[in-house]
């Protein structure tokens, strides 16, 4: 399956955004493209950067965006992943939109929320798994990298690819966050013996890497730091080599101890 991440300055003006996804899609199609990933809040920009706040973004205008990115994916018939808003009567939820051809859209909700996280948005709890082509792919959003747990649900969940989007920049060229955050992408891919691809805003300086990381760690394909770019990768599922089966023979092991030991004391000790 031919994979592919679009990094690129993302703006408060959604036609703007719009426009670059457009084109985007159209290229991508060009290169054979399956599936496209964007940043987190490709489509909004992210607040207070882009926008003042979540509550600023112009939600019709947004929501009359989806119908066409819909169409578009039906036109080249692609799997289009996109960072967006999404408003419910709770509040307004930082989301990661799949659009797929002939069917509806799938939505999942960014979880770890902290500073202007949690002063914009709600948490969600939707599992972030989508089946293309008969591969299992996990979803997650920026900030939960940070947390093993998000992605040891994945684990569980046996995917085969983890797509996530990243809205992560600074003021001023910091490549020891660049390097930070590039080494925990890599630890969960090797954590969880699966490949991992992410997807990251690159204004003004990037600090989060647009890249593949293979499922034991190795970089595989990685974008120009700070330039916008498509990058496009022909990932093929490859059977675990012989370290990545003892990762996973060992992890299942932990997982099923830690299950009995959870049922154990559920049950006031008794056997």
Known sequence: MRIAAFQFPVSGNINENLTKVRNAIMRASEAGTRLLALPECALTGYPPRDIPSSASVNFALLNRAYPELQSLVE?????L???TMTETEQGIHNTAMVFRPGELPLQYHKRALWG?????????NETGIVEVDGIRIGIRICFEVRF????RELYRQKTDLNVILF???????DLIRYDLIRGHIRTRAVENACPTFTVNAISPYQTAPTMLTGASGQVLAEAKRNR????????????????ERG????SDQLLFENQTSVRYFADGGSQ
């Not at 809205?167 to 060229?173: E, I, R, T």
């Not at 496009?232 to 059977?239: K, L, M, W």
């Open 247 to 250: 990762r996973m023979e060992i």
């Open 81 to 83: 992943i996109g960072g």
């Open 116 to 124: 202007w996280d949690s002063d914009n948005f709600i948490s969600g």
């Open 148 to 151: 093993p747990e998000y992605f």
């Open 75 to 79: 036109q080249y018939r692609m799997i």
């Open 228 to 243: 916008e770019e498509l990058l496009i990768y022909d990932f093929v599922p490859q059977p675990p080599d012989f370290g």
């Open 167 to 173: 809205y992560d920049v600074s003021d001023k060229d």
